[in-house]
């Protein structure tokens, strides 16, 4: 990580994935209750953090897509699932220092029936995947009065296909429309991995130009930094 920032003057991120995605994508021990393992990975996980953060690392992101992946069935059970859950990933970044930015990313799901989750991460920035569903999640997040920073995606990554400056430009107009401009973010559905350089190059410099456009609208600068996974 150090090596890689020495590397450009541009903010690098620290990648990890968070707790309850690790429980949810593994074989996990059946011999003590979930809620329990899950802090016992959080405890392994903050030390990462720490790691990074000593390591000059000044963003991490500790991706939960399986948040509500996770979420029982019962709903007698959902709350008591939810409140361990935001627990373990708070205790994974506790070691986070109040000048290291903490980021979150959620894969798609019904946002809207853990909105209050989300929010409980104490996340200082969190990613979303909109693009697919062309920003169904807007009206959730100013439902909930969302106060956090936030970037619904605006590229699906998971398609071949180079989104047009102007079908950006239309769900960053719809982002705009729904959360304050100061609140969001310009990014990707998720990471990158599966897409040649060709389409990638593409799309980003669609989405930048994209950027560009609204932020005129709004009057604000022009300059851009696209966060990317």
Not at 26 to 44: G, I
Not at 156 to 180: F, G, K, N, Y
Not at 203 to 208: C, E, I, P, Q, Y
């Amino acid at each position: 990580a150090s090596y890689a920032a020495s590397l450009t003057d541009r903010p690098v991120k620290g990648m990890l994935t968070g707790p309850v995605t690790i429980l949810a994508w593994s074989f996990v021990r059946d011999d003590q209750p979930l809620a329990q393992t899950a802090n016992q990975v959080a405890l392994a996980l903050r030390a990462e953090v720490a790691d990074l953060q000593d390591s000059g690392i000044g963003i991490i992101q500790v991706d939960e897509p399986a948040l509500r992946e996770l979420l029982p069935l019962r709903r007698a059970d959902q709350a008591a699932y939810l409140d361990w859950s935001v627990r373990a990933f708070r205790l994974a970044t506790s070691s986070a220092a109040a000048r290291t930015q903490v980021h979150t990313h959620l894969c798609y799901s019904e946002f809207s029936e853990v909105i209050d989750a989300i929010d409980g991460l104490d996340a200082d920035v969190t990613s979303i995947e909109a693009a697919r569903s062309r920003m169904e999640i807007l009206p959730a997040i100013r439902a909930a009065g969302f106060v956090r920073q936030i970037g619904p995606g605006v590229y699906d990554i998971h398609s071949p296909r180079v989104p047009s400056v102007e079908e950006i430009t239309e769900l960053l107009t719809a982002a705009v429309a729904a959360v304050p401009a100061r609140q969001l973010w310009v990014n990707p559905d998720c990471g990158l991995k599966t897409r040649r350089y060709e389409e990638t190059t593409a799309a980003l410099t669609n989405l930048v130009a994209a950027t560009r456009t609204v932020r005129a609208g709004l009057g604000q600068p022009s300059s851009v930094t696209v966060g990317v996974r």
